[in-house]
């Protein structure tokens, strides 16, 4: 099974804060890699797909880059409502998801 | 819009079965792979089941495979999820989530979720 490793497990950020989540994948995906967010009680979010692409509806302050085996997730601009845990999952054989990084506001 | 809704959840003894259900709308249900996701407390995320289109391809990761099953009716919308020799690992919120099945696969659109434990 592919491996996804995130990095950090948790992290705070202020308001308008510049934010970066990484994940590493244990071999090469090519790009088939999704971002999803996850608030208390609530299910899951998709974010980015195709490790760039944003999905319908998602505010542009996020962005995704990477390919192979090194994929980020950015927020450009810490806001209250981005607070949760953020997920990446790849595509590329079976689905494996990262454990997760745990965002707070500061 | 899309909405995903699952039914079907609650409390069952270790070795036992049980069925999951999760009703579609909002989309043509037809179109599109369908999965199961599900949650352990406080735990993360792990794929349990996805199913095409039609339903002659499924696909598990070997921690469910042989226990449990996928199936959809495509005339009621509807998939399910046939869990048997359940365990108490297999507690969980479990999710119906639309796959995007292709060159990129991911899971699009999520439900609330309904959760299972497995306990005597």
């Known amino acids: 099974d592919i491996q996804m490793t995130q990095s950090p497990a948790s992290l705070s950020a202020s ?5 970066s989540i990484e994940c590493l994948a244990s071999e090469g995906i090519f790009n088939n890699l999704a971002w999803y967010q996850q608030k208390p009680g609530k299910s899951p979010q998709l974010l980015i797909y195709g490790a760039s692409s944003l999905q ?7 962005s995704g880059s990477g390919s192979g085996t090194q994929f980020s997730l950015k927020i450009s601009g810490m806001q209250s409502e981005d607070e949760g845990i953020y997920y990446c999952q790849q595509g590329y054989k079976n689905y494996t998801f990262g454990a997760g990084t745990r965002l707070e506001l500061k | 819009e899309v909405q995903l809704v699952e039914s079907g959840g609650g409390l069952v003894q270790p070795g036992r079965s049980l069925k999951l259900s999760c009703a579609a709308s909002g989309f043509t249900f037809t179109n599109y ?10 735990k993360g995320l792990e794929w349990v ?30 998939l399910y999820l046939q869990m048997n020799s359940l365990k108490s690992e297999d507690t969980a919120t479990y999710y119906c989530a639309r796959h995007r099945y292709g060159g990129y696969s991911y899971f699009d659109y999520w439900g609330q979720g309904v959760m299972v434990t497995v306990s005597s």
């Open chain 2, 49 to 78: 089941a996805t199913i095409s289109t039609s339903g002659s391809r499924t696909y598990y990761p070997d921690s469910v495979k042989g226990r449990f099953t996928i199936s959809r009716d495509n005339a009621k919308s509807s």
């Open chain 2, 33 to 42: 792979y369908m999965a199961w996701v599900r949650q352990a407390p406080k």
């Open chain 1, 56 to 62: 319908d509806g998602v505010p542009s302050r996020f």
């Open chain 1, 15 to 19: 308001l308008g804060e510049t934010v």
